[in-house]
């Protein structure tokens, strides 16, 4: 699961071809009904035996997050209520030290991860207790291309 930003592709940051991920994208990579539907789906259906959350490098969604947290800003149409579950994750990290954007942008990707792991469906829970499953956070480098896995089980 990843931002749906063009300049994300996990086909091509992972040497994969057609047929061989299972990529559910939106911005922000947050876990909504369908994005937790479609998860569910690969690893129930498909036997998927890893499930990547990645955030990205300069990632809109959650600049957007951090100027709702930082100037009040608000968003026109639908954008609010898409952004509105990454602002715990700006808020946990605005007086960390560092760019709060890459900060909040690991944040947001651990706390999907933690949904993931402890507080979903058992669809997804008894593959990770049986070890069949592992749910693990990155963050892609847009300047190097580098791909850090940070958040592992």
């Keep these: 699961m990843t931002c749906s930003d063009s300049r994300v592709p996990?086909?091509?940051?992972?040497?994969?071809?057609?047929?061989?991920?299972?990529?559910i994208r939106n911005a922000g990579n947050t876990v909504d009904t369908v994005a937790l539907g479609s998860i569910e789906y690969a690893v129930a259906v498909l036997n998927v035996p890893l499930v990547v959350v990645m955030g990205h490098e300069?990632?809109?969604?959650?600049?957007?997050?951090?100027?709702?947290?930082?100037?009040?800003a608000t968003f026109p149409g639908s954008i609010g209520p898409m952004i509105e579950p990454i602002i715990p994750a700006v808020l946990s990290v605005r007086d960390k030290e560092g760019d709060l954007l890459d900060n909040?942008?690991?944040?947001?990707?651990?706390?999907?991860?933690?949904?993931?792991?402890?507080?979903?469906?058992?669809?997804?829970?008894?593959?990770?207790?049986?070890?069949?499953?592992?749910?693990?956070g990155a963050y892609y480098d847009l300047d190097d291309g580098r791909v850090d896995f940070f958040d592992r089980p």
């Design 58 to 72: 300069s990632c809109g969604a959650v600049k957007a997050a951090t100027e709702v947290v930082t100037d009040n």
């Design 104 to 136: 909040s942008v690991r944040a947001n990707v651990s706390r999907v991860v933690r949904q993931l792991r402890q507080h979903t469906d058992p669809i997804l829970l008894e593959p990770q207790q049986a070890g069949k499953l592992k749910v693990v």
């Design 10 to 23: 996990p086909e091509l940051l992972f040497g994969r071809g057609l047929g061989e991920l299972f990529v």
